[in-house]
């Protein structure tokens, strides 16, 4: 502390004014052209304050956030514009200047902590690095003050936590550890992108309160990135929103959550909000999943134990848990990838094969599945017509004209025109292409879809529309969706009925708003406490009242 | 027509040499001015208006005679290699689609093979059967089969674990379709790559074996043979070893100048479109 207190304490931290960054793009057979990713953006931060930026993918917000630290990924510019660090404008001071600016002033917290911490050294290694680099203190005191941070950071056993590599420690926990290297050199301003999104909703709770505190007892300024204005809404003191490189709207946190000025800020804090009725259940379910246990590598690891399930016609039901809990392993049992070692499942009445290769084609074409990542999902090798098109040939024989039109009236049904058919994946947007995978679905005239994390890639804003087209297809064929996914917000908003997983069982299971009213059980409880809320000073409140710790620790 | 402008300079140049280089394979005998076995000269022979390349070791139109070896050399790499590259990418993809026992006995056998060197295995064989370009080409392509099978099922394996495979598994897609639709399509870059280094391989595999005088027999001649009929010469200061050995040199980089221009088209998702 007594080298920030050298310094000029009144002055602002940082001042980014008219930034412009610049990119060239070689579009394939034409001459390579300068695009403009970042324009005209201004933002002050002073001292242990923190600052949200906010989001879509590619609205430039890592982009600005680098620009702090005057570096450009992947061969971007900055062309225009200051970025004025401790009252000297780094864009302009050489690699010397940066040299001194970077791991000592500023620090870097990526979104993904496993790609970046090198798994071949231990973690006190590297959380130190910075500090000894810049001969901010000796091996010892770093060590030290890693320690500290280790415990503040709430890792478990922080004075061995940093003999560890980074494969033998959580997810959550290196995330922590990320967080512990950025603040050990005590800079004054650390970018934070995306530090929580690849994280299970439980474990995100702990390192946002974690991440929280640590700013508020070192007094560091930070810029946080996200695409979630409800994780922003618990950390930061003023907030800018950004679309397509430009400020949309810059304020304090409670104006933005409260009262948003811009449309565009007024439909990102209305998100999330579907309205869904709950269907009554009536008849007999369409699958009925009966004791099912699964388990990989010949009975060894036990991944589902003793799990029932009934899906009706026309209704969803939504499978929740962490990554762990078993609900895509469902999923592969339902298909008949993974044979369950006990249980059986029937299908519209009949016995379904627990193997894929011995169950009939009228099976395999009522039971459809949607993944995840649409982009491996779909060959990128075939256009969008061979891909809507091959169940329908597979399935019905049809051949032609009578197979084009009905792809168009596919492509009609998921709302994106005729001239989609020609393209290839590789020239549609994320949001196309989860429509395009559920049209394939679609074309084989399923009773029920599994979808499986089908918006969990997707930007909320890009999501929101997916879940209202699968509603809206839903009211239309009356077919049934499986719907496994970690976001309970999706889940309030399509689900009939829910299912909560944790360990490979069924710890609650029933109508939505049953499942939905108190009293919980401990684990619901800690999931449904665990989703940020766009309010001020939810995490501090969920923190007090939860009753049991997430998995990650 | 957007697409013959786009083609790059280099692609041009490998287009055009192996033009000529078919061109003169296939129309031999209306090329050549004179017969390929016919003695039309003196000795060795400089340069000259009425022998171009001037003669060889016993007299014979050199030009003729590398006109005709165009001919009988690329034929028989342009055949082993197409056989290498059916057997060894269909296989390889049966492999690491299929697995199991089939995939063990398969690569454990290519394993095998491969332990022995390629030369010294074509050897035996050859000494053994009668030598003619069919059987040539039989083993020529069967042993480069197993290089070509090790990268299609490597390359395979990646992609059948992809997504898209198991959707079309999920849908009740037989293994043809899932071979041929699904994964084909999308291990072609590495493949053609591998083509025109491979055929390159023949052409050179087939000189070695000619000059070891187990290739193609007198008096038909390949460029490997040519290089062996002449290899005194050089002695002697006569250059007419080097110009067939230039020959090979000539085609080795024209088709893969060839070669990596289909390569670039094929990288791209967008059907080329840009």
């Known amino acids: 502390m007594a080298r920030l207190a050298a310094k000029d304490k009144s002055a602002r931290l940082l001042d980014i004014r008219g930034l412009r960054i610049e990119a060239t793009s070689y579009p394939p057979g034409e001459p390579p052209r300068d695009i403009v990713i970042v324009d005209g953006v201004s933002l002050a931060l002073e001292r242990g304050k923190v600052l949200g930026l906010i989001g879509e993918s590619g609205a430039g917000k890592s982009t600005v956030g680098l620009s702090s630290m005057s570096y450009g990924r992947g061969g971007v510019r900055i062309t225009g514009g200051e970025v004025v660090l401790n009252g000297r404008d780094i864009t302009k001071g050489g690699a010397r200047l940066l040299r001194q600016v970077r791991g000592r002033e500023v620090c870097y917290v990526a979104q993904s902590a496993a790609a970046a911490f090198n798994p071949a050294r231990k973690l006190m290694d590297q959380v130190t690095e910075a500090a000894r680099q810049h001969r901010i203190c000796s091996r010892a005191e770093a060590e030290k003050r890693a320690v500290g941070l280790f415990r503040k950071l709430g890792l478990p056993n922080p004075d061995t936590f940093g003999d560890r590599f980074p494969h033998q420690v959580s997810g959550g926990q290196l995330q922590r550890a990320m967080t512990a290297m950025a603040l050990c050199s005590e800079p004054d301003l650390i970018v934070f992108d995306e530090p929580t999104t690849a994280l299970d909703v439980t474990t995100q709770i702990d390192v946002l309160a974690s991440i929280k505190d640590a700013i508020r007892d070192t007094n560091v300024a930070a810029l946080y990135i996200t695409h979630d204005l409800a994780v922003v809404a618990q950390v930061a003191d003023d907030i800018m929103v950004l679309r397509h490189g430009k400020t949309v709207e810059y304020g304090e946190t409670r104006q933005i959550i409260k009262e948003p000025r811009e449309d565009y800020t007024r439909q990102l804090v209305s998100v999330h909000h579907i309205p869904h009725r709950q269907k009554p259940a009536s008849g007999a379910p369409i699958l009925a999943a009966r004791g099912i246990t699964a388990a990989y590598g010949g009975g060894q690891v036990k991944v589902l134990k003793n799990v029932s399930l009934d899906i009706h016609l026309g209704q969803t039901v939504a499978v929740v848990g962490e990554s762990g809990s078993g609900k895509s392993t469902l999923a592969r049992v339902i298909t008949g990838l993974l044979p369950p070692m006990e249980g059986s499942i029937e299908f519209d009445g009949r016995q379904l094969s627990p193997r894929l290769a011995s169950r009939k084609r009228d099976d395999l074409r009522e039971l459809q599945m949607i993944y995840q990542m649409a982009d491996t999902a779909m060959n990128p090798r075939q256009t969008v017509g061979t891909i809507i098109g091959r169940p329908l040939e597979f399935y019905f024989n049809m051949r032609g004209s009578e197979r084009d039109r009905r792809v168009a009236e596919l492509l009609d049904k998921i709302e994106m025109g005729k001239g989609f058919a020609d393209r290839y994946p590789a020239e549609l947007s994320g949001g196309q292409k989860q429509r395009v995978c559920i049209a394939r679905a679609l074309a084989a005239k399923p009773k029920l879809i599994i979808c499986d994390e089908v918006t969990s890639a997707l930007d909320p804003l890009v999501a929101d529309g997916i879940l209202k087209l699968l509603l809206a297809l839903q009211q239309e064929e009356n077919v049934a969706y499986l719907f496994i996914t970690h976001d309970l917000a999706t889940v309030k908003s399509i689900s009939d009925s829910i299912a909560v997983m944790y360990r490979g069982e069924v710890v609650r299971y029933g109508p939505r708003d049953e499942v939905l009213k108190p009293p919980f059980d401990a684990y619901t409880e800690l999931l449904l406490s665990s989703v940020p809320e766009m309010e001020l000073g939810w995490l501090e409140n969920a923190m007090k009242t939860r009753k049991m710790a997430s998995a990650g620790n | ?274």
Do not use: C, H
């Open chain 2, 1 to 274: 027509m957007s697409s013959i402008r786009n083609i790059p300079v280099s692609a041009w140049i490998g287009l055009v040499l192996t033009a000529l280089f078919v061109f003169a394979a296939v129309f031999a005998p209306w090329v050549a001015p004179y017969p390929v076995g016919e003695t039309v000269g003196d000795v060795w022979e400089p340069m000259s208006a009425k022998y171009l390349l001037g003669t060889d070791n016993l007299g014979r139109d050199l030009l003729s005679r590398l006109i005709y070896g165009a001919r009988i050399t690329i034929f028989i790499a342009a055949l082993a290699t197409a056989l290498s590259f059916i057997l060894g990418s269909v296989l390889g993809f049966a492999a690491a689609v299929i697995g199991g026992w089939f995939d063990q006995l398969m690569s454990r056998f290519v394993d095998l093979i491969m332990a022995i060197p390629t030369l010294i295995f074509a050897l035996v064989v050859l000494s053994v059967l009668p030598t003619n370009v069919v059987t040539l080409i039989l083993v020529m392509g069967l042993l480069d089969a197993t290089r070509v099978y090790r990268l299609a099922r490597a390359v395979a394996v990646d992609i059948n674990v992809m997504d898209f495979v198991e959707a079309a598994k999920l849908r009740g897609e037989g293994k043809m379709w899932v071979i041929f639709r699904e994964i084909l399509p999308n291990a072609l870059t590495p493949l053609v790559a591998e083509l025109g280094l491979r055929f390159i391989f023949a052409v050179l595999f087939l000189s070695a074996l000619s000059f070891l005088g187990l290739g193609v027999q007198p008096p038909d001649a390949d460029w490997g043979g040519m290089v062996k009929e002449n290899k005194e010469g050089i002695v002697f200061g006569i250059p007419a070893a080097l110009i067939p050995a230039a020959a090979i040199a000539v085609l080795a980089i024209s088709v893969n100048l060839v070669a990596d221009w289909i390569l670039n088209r094929t990288t791209s998702l967008k059907g080329g479109r840009g």
